[in-house]
Every structure is written in structure tokens, then in C-alpha cells.
């Protein structure tokens, strides 16, 4: 129901909550991707390519675990970090710092792939 030159902030499947719509309703359109993990989010990247423009993803995954937990993400885990228990503030930062590395370092590798060529099937060749 949106005009066509909206974006559409679609939010990935979480305890929260999650868009109420498949993700072929977005045939054409501009997308942000709300909520979840950097691995969630390239999955659906990869599953959208070639369907949809993912303009934009959010980021608040990594601040979260980086201040809440201590940890960083790399390669679809989260980690701890090695002084965790500590309590010194650097730790968040250098948590954080180092999901945002890791996280830029996987969409770099994943955007110079190649979109996959996905074959749109109707209903009726579902048996």
C-alpha cells in the first residue's frame, strides 16, 4: 500500500516480533532490514537479491551484545571477549568495535558475489 519510492523496513523473525508478510511482497522495492543478527540479516540479503534493493540494515545487534554481554560478533557467533569479567569500559568498546569490523568485512565479501538468479515459480507447479 506504500508508494513505490518508500522504502520499507521489513523486521526479521525474532522473539520481538517479525513482519507479518513473505518476503516475495517486496518484489521491486526498496528495503531496510529491522532487527536481528548480521548472519540473519545476509541471509535474507541473499534470499532478496535479485528480488529487492536492501538499502540499509540495522546495526544495534552488535552495540547490544557488545554492552550487555561483553562479546563480539565474528562469522555468524558471538563471542566472548577475552577479558570479559573485567568490567572495564574498553571492553565494550573494543566489543563493539570489533563486531563492526567483522560485520563490514562480511557484507564487502558478500556484495562483490554475484546476485543467485532466482527462478519464480506460481502456485500451481507447487505438488
Given amino acids: 500500500m506504500l508508494p513505490a519510492d518508500v522504502a520499507i523496513g521489513s523486521s526479521m523473525p525474532t522473539s520481538y516480533g517479525g513482519a507479518q508478510y513473505e518476503l516475495w511482497e517486496l518484489q521491486g522495492r526498496r528495503v531496510h532490514l529491522l532487527g536481528g543478527s548480521p548472519h540473519e540479516q545476509m541471509e535474507t540479503y541473499k534470499s532478496l537479491a535479485g528480488r529487492a534493493e536492501v538499502m540499509s540494515v540495522d546495526g544495534n545487534m552488535a552495540m547490544m551484545v557488545a554492552r550487555n554481554f561483553s562479546e ?13 569479567g573485567t568490567k572495564g569500559i574498553s571492553l565494550y568498546l573494543e566489543c563493539w568495535r570489533w563486531s563492526c569490523e567483522n560485520i563490514r568485512r562480511e557484507w564487502e565479501r558478500l556484495i562483490v558475489l554475484q546476485p543467485r538468479q532466482l ?7 507447487v505438488v
Fill in 72 to 84: 563480539y560478533w565474528d562469522a555468524g557467533q558471538r563471542i566472548d571477549h577475552p577479558e570479559k
Fill in 119 to 125: 527462478e519464480l515459480i506460481s502456485m500451481s507447479d
